[in-house]
């Protein structure tokens, strides 16, 4: 299983959970592989241990060298710091 994780800091309005719904602030992004090829995203707030998917951050690799992309993208997308 392979991973990648990045800080970043929601836009307003949040990023929406699938577990408590929209949280704000400084979070930190989770891209995970497990080995039946499927991605799951999770975010958390920075610093804590539990873990929350993200809405619609689930979905199925080809190549799994193409973990590293996806993740940067969903960083790229989700980190809004400044709105």
């Known amino acids: 299983m392979a991973e990648y ?3 970043f800091v929601a836009g307003p309005g949040g ?3 699938d577990d408590v719904g ?12 497990a080995e039946d090829g499927s ?3 999770e975010v958390r ?3 804590a241990d539990e873990w929350y998917a993200l809405t619609g951050g689930a979905c199925a690799l080809k190549d799994p060298e193409d973990l590293s992309a996806v993740h940067e993208l969903l960083v790229g ?3 809004r710091p400044e709105g």
Do not use: D, K
Request: hydrophobic share 45%; no cysteine.
């Open 77 to 79: 997308v989700l980190n």
């Open 39 to 41: 991605v799951r995203a």
């Open 22 to 33: 929209v949280i704000t602030g400084e979070l930190e992004l989770r891209t995970v592989l």
């Open 5 to 7: 994780s990045s800080p």
């Open 45 to 47: 707030y920075e610093g």
């Open 15 to 17: 990023i929406m959970t």
